[in-house]
Each structure stands twice: as structure tokens, then as C-alpha cells.
Nanobody
Framework: QVHLVESGGGLVQAGGSLRLSCAHS????????MGWFRQAPGKEREFVAA????????VYADSVKGRFTISRDNPKNTLYHQMNDLKVDDTAVYYC????????????????WGQGTQVAVSS
């Protein structure tokens, strides 16, 4: 069983930065595709970014390209999400997710999810 625990959320002004972390409990982190998704109030969960376990290939939603960076530290079993130039529209609960499959932007491909961490961006 895999447990994912996010941290690092909070309240920040527009233009500011936050770094989210996601701790992976299992021994399979280095062979697992990892992703970040978010869900704003009244909206469906949406893909933000993902990183493969091979060559650290990454994919981003168009809305965050150039502002957000996903990365991983395999020895620490930790996924990171550096978010710069935050906008009010980035306000959401952010979830990390794990998949045994290939790099994907589809939430259904991820079998394990964290409990989420709140990010609020004020104008």
C-alpha cells in the first residue's frame, strides 16, 4: 500500500511563490510516475503536471507552463512542485498522485492519491 502526504500549501499574494512536497511511503517511488492535480471550488479536478520515473520526463498543463516546475528526489521518496508567479486562478486544493503506468495527464491512470493541500492566492 502506498501513502502520499502533501505539505507546503498556504496563503500567498499574487505573484508570490510556494513549494509543495509530497512524501511517498512505499519502496516503489523510483519506478513510479508521479503527478500533481488540483481542484478549485465548484470545479472538476484538473491535471497540473507529471513526471516520469525514467529520464524524469515532464508534462505540464498549458495554464502553468513556465511558472510551475515538477521534480523528484528518489533517495528521499519525495515529489516537489515549485510554483512561481502565482495567480488568483491557481487557488485550489492540490493533490499528488502516483501511477504505475507511463506519463499521463489522465487522473484515472493514477491509482494512489494524497489528501490534498490548500493553496490560496490573494489579489
Amino acid at each position: 500500500q502506498v501513502h502520499l502526504v502533501e505539505s507546503g500549501g498556504g496563503l500567498v499574494q499574487a505573484g508570490g511563490s510556494l513549494r509543495l512536497s509530497c512524501a511517498h511511503s512505499g519502496r516503489t517511488f523510483s519506478t513510479t510516475t508521479m503527478g500533481w492535480f488540483r481542484q478549485a471550488p465548484g470545479k472538476e479536478r484538473e491535471f497540473v503536471a507529471a513526471i516520469s520515473c525514467i529520464l524524469d520526463n515532464t508534462v505540464y498543463a498549458d495554464s502553468v507552463k513556465g511558472r510551475f516546475t515538477i521534480s523528484r528526489d528518489n533517495p528521499k521518496n519525495t515529489l516537489y512542485h515549485q510554483m512561481n508567479d502565482l495567480k488568483v486562478d491557481d487557488t485550489a486544493v492540490y493533490y499528488c498522485a502516483a501511477s504505475q503506468g507511463n506519463l499521463s495527464i489522465v487522473a484515472g491512470r493514477y491509482g494512489y492519491w494524497g489528501q490534498g493541500t490548500q493553496v490560496a492566492v490573494s489579489s
